[in-house]
């Protein structure tokens, strides 16, 4: 306020009585009232009419360097600025009205674009004050933290003051103090961590916690020599680890191979290949093999649904499909399927939370499908951002979409630019963890629904 003080002398106040009494009250002044944002501080408004009244072609002080001129320049400027306005209006120039150039339409569309970006970023980021936020996930690339990052995390500050007492201890305080000691790294498990490939000691994904003793008869006979032991009920029991009829010795688990099931049923067909696809058909879809067969990744999730309906409404289009069935599998954590799950993600996985639209994908698309909840997120996120897409987009093709155990149907509006009328099939519920098994639920919907053809994928 260095410039009021200047400016709130006896002299200003006897001849400007007003603008002092202005300054001392509002501090500010009015410039016009043809448009807002016009008001502006006092000393603020006396020093750009000063400069604007005062502009020589050397500037105020590189025109002259005599210190006598320069002296009598800042006099009589006040009266040289007087002639100089009361010679404008007898020529009849007028200054140029205008708005505010924060008030033109490209400053407005620029600071409207600045604001929606920022509202953006804001909705696409995790809400660290959600009270219904149970784990602890990464604010911006929302990833999830394991147990051993969490407890790190929390517990930072108890870790470093124990390092610190132990240094103190062992390095300052002991018989022998070193100060010379280097202090060592406190090596704690961070979000960075987990984009690292974690080592493990498992062989090709397999857990063994015990092997079953080729001895095993051996000892039974001494045993039944000296105690009263019926060997056949007791044979009658599994006597390893696991139930043989489930996994082998080694503790894998025993698996058949799928297609041999499907070679059966086409052994049981006369002719199954066909080269007349006949129209109304039915094209049902693995969606996990279709995404897992997808060669270009969107760089954003938001790219990623209107990818994914346009590649099922151009393969229902070219085989004169009128129905497409999106079926996913389901991911529960007790399953006897873990075990396999396991061992395909033995190389390392992380869990990703889809928290928006404008997150980006991940670089490692097949690390981010081996964690089976990712997987499922991800089928709940397309299938939820379908429901906000055009009818034009489904060309008048009915889609139904899985969604865990629940089944949406997609009906195309008749207004291409509406959203497509979605109900819940209740008759196509299923909690079964297979899509194999749900797909077969679904050929019999569209087989009794008329349709005439079915297709899997």
């Not at 784990?135 to 929302?142: A, D, F, K, L, Q």
């Not at 933290?145 to 062992?170: C, M, P």
């Not at 961590?193 to 095993?216: D, F, H, Q, W, Y």
């Not at 499908?369 to 499922?376: A, H, P, S, T, V």
Request: aromatic share 6%; charged share 25%.
């Amino acid at each position: 306020m260095q410039v009021h003080c200047v400016l709130l002398n006896s002299k200003f106040i006897f001849r400007h009585e007003g603008a002092a009494k202005n300054i001392r009250e509002n501090w500010t002044v009015q410039r016009q009232d043809r448009y807002g944002f016009s008001a502006i501080a006092y000393d603020q408004e006396i020093e750009q009419t000063a400069n604007r009244d005062s502009k020589t072609n050397g500037g105020m002080t590189g025109f002259t360097l005599n210190r006598g001129a320069v002296h009598r320049w800042f006099l009589s400027q006040s009266e040289r600025s007087a002639i100089a306005r009361q010679c404008l209006l007898m020529t009849s120039a007028t200054n140029e009205c205008r708005t505010r150039k924060n008030l033109d339409e490209p400053k407005r569309k620029s600071h409207e674009a600045d604001v929606l970006s920022v509202m953006n970023t804001i909705e696409n980021t995790i809400n660290p004050s959600e009270l219904d936020q149970s784990e602890m996930v990464h604010i911006t690339s929302g990833i999830i933290a394991n147990d051993k990052v969490k407890n790190d995390l929390q517990n930072v500050k108890a870790i470093g003051e124990e390092r610190l007492s132990t240094f103190v201890q062992t390095k300052l305080l002991s018989k022998v103090p070193d100060i010379f000691a280097a202090i060592q790294k406190t090596k704690l498990h961070t979000f960075s961590s987990l984009t690292k490939p974690v080592s493990t000691t498992k062989a090709k994904g397999k857990e063994i916690s015990l092997k079953s003793s080729r001895n095993l008869m051996g000892k039974l006979l001494l045993l039944a020599r000296s105690r009263e032991i019926d060997l056949k009920e007791v044979l009658s029991f599994s006597l390893g680890p696991y139930p043989l009829s489930l996994v082998t010795t080694d503790g894998i688990m025993v698996k058949t191979v799928k297609a041999n099931l499907m070679h059966i049923i086409e052994d049981t067909v006369d002719d199954s290949v066909t080269d007349v696809i006949p129209s109304n058909g039915a094209l049902i879809i693995d969606a996990m093999a279709m995404f897992q067969s997808l060669s270009q990744v969107p760089p954003t999730f938001e790219e990623l649904p209107p990818l994914l309906l346009s590649i099922l409404i151009s393969m229902a289009t070219r085989l004169n499909a009128t129905r497409v069935d999106f079926v996913v599998d389901r991911y529960t954590k007790v399953s006897i399927k873990n075990s396999e799950r396991k061992k395909r993600a033995s190389t390392g996985s992380n869990m990703l939370k889809i928290y928006g639209k404008k997150q980006k994908t991940p670089t490692q698309w097949k690390k981010f499908l081996n964690n089976g909840e990712n997987k499922e997120s991800l089928a709940c996120f397309v299938v939820d951002e379908w429901k906000e897409s055009k009818s034009e987009n489904f060309r008048g093709i009915v889609l139904y979409a899985t969604r865990k155990d629940q089944c949406f149907k997609f009906l195309p509006s008749h207004n291409e630019s509406e959203k497509p009328e979605f109900e819940q099939i209740h008759e196509l519920h299923s909690d079964h963890e297979e899509a194999d098994t749900r797909l077969l639920l679904h050929a019999n919907h569209a087989s009794t629904s008329g349709y005439s053809i079915l297709m899997f994928l």
